[in-house]
């Protein structure tokens, strides 16, 4: 297993070839010491058994497909489920894959680059998808872009899945969180849409304005305001550490896992949109370049 470092004034990054993982992410602050504000593991061997995909690299689809499959241009594609939900790109998706680290950059706008060719039919989708994705470092800010393309017609949905974490503390529930997302999709039991988007504002799920993330819990697709390529913002008052999300795809998944402290922020298209014609299009034709772009810019509180 493979790791690149990569830094500048602000920031430093730990991106490892499996999973094109973010391993670490160092905020450094106004004393100068560093608070890695992502979850992981110290030792990369670690992530071959990890569960939770921590600050992997997820696909061909991220999220959930259901009926077992989908059918494009009247074919139909059979994919791996349990219980009928097919999950974040099959039994072994792309955060379980070794990518090829392409290029690294340390100039002072830092970046690495990582690669991965997933075949034709590779957990039943059609086409050989190249996808790559970029890490690179701008000032205070992160940048993650993924892009793909396909040599025939198939559905893609890439995201990171960084959990978040802003300080030492053995809880998330005093952070303040603020999402600019009106509405989220609503879900069943198995947590695949229903079709239906419903607004959030006055219910448990309405974070329009900031407030303390208390005893909620997420698994959570919101739907991002039109035209505010700001999706988020979370706030730790113990470590000074404030965190803003921005995101070109229409969908945010907000995710807290049940066994330990932290938070993701899923920048994607909707789960299930092959199976819903309402839904934006997840479908890549030959020719066309799928393009994801997100955005983690840390700020610090001035102790002065």
């Known amino acids: 297993m493979k790791q690149v470092t990569i830094s500048n004034a602000y920031l430093t990054l730990m991106v490892l070839d499996y999973g094109a993982t973010i391993q670490k992410l160092l905020v450094k602050g106004e004393d100068g010491e560093y608070t890695n504000v ?9 992530y071959r058994l990890d569960d939770n995909a921590l600050g992997a690299s997820i696909g061909r689809y991220a999220g959930r497909i259901s009926e077992g499959g989908f059918v494009l241009d009247r074919e139909r594609y059979h994919l791996y489920q349990e219980d009928g939900v097919h999950l974040h790109g099959g039994k072994e998706g792309f955060h379980q894959k070794y ?23 590779e957990e039943g989708y059609p086409g050989n998808l190249t996808v790559s994705v970029t890490y690179k470092l701008m000032n ?24 978040f974490k802003l300080d030492d503390n053995p809880y998330i529930d005093e952070y303040d969180l603020q999402l600019n997302c009106p509405y989220r999709l609503e879900t069943k039991d198995n947590l ?14 309405d974070f329009l304005l900031p407030k303390k993330i208390g005893l909620q819990r997420f698994d959570t697709i919101y739907i991002k305001d039109i035209g505010n390529e700001k999706v988020a913002e979370l706030h730790s008052k113990t470590s000074g ?10 969908a945010l998944v907000v995710y807290t896992p049940p066994d330990f402290p932290s938070i993701c922020f899923e920048a994607q298209n909707y789960p299930d ?16 370049i799928y393009n994801n772009i997100s955005i983690f810019k840390f700020d610090i509180d001035s102790k002065s």
Not at 283 to 288: E, F, K, N, S, W
């Open 192 to 205: 695949l849409p229903t079709g239906d988007i419903i607004p959030v504002r006055k219910t448990e799920f």
């Open 273 to 288: 949109a092959p199976n819903q014609p309402d839904f934006p299009k997840s479908v890549l034709r030959p020719g066309d």
């Open 38 to 46: 992502v979850v992981g593991y110290n030792h990369p061997s670690r």
């Open 99 to 121: 990518w090829t680290i392409d290029e690294v950059d340390n100039s002072d706008k830092p970046f690495v680059k990582l690669s991965y060719t997933s075949k034709h039919l």
């Open 140 to 163: 205070n800010a992160l940048q993650v872009i993924y892009e793909g393309m396909t040599d025939r017609s198939t559905v893609i949905n890439l995201t990171n899945h960084a959990y």
């Open 241 to 250: 550490i404030n965190m803003k999300v921005y995101t070109n795809q229409p």
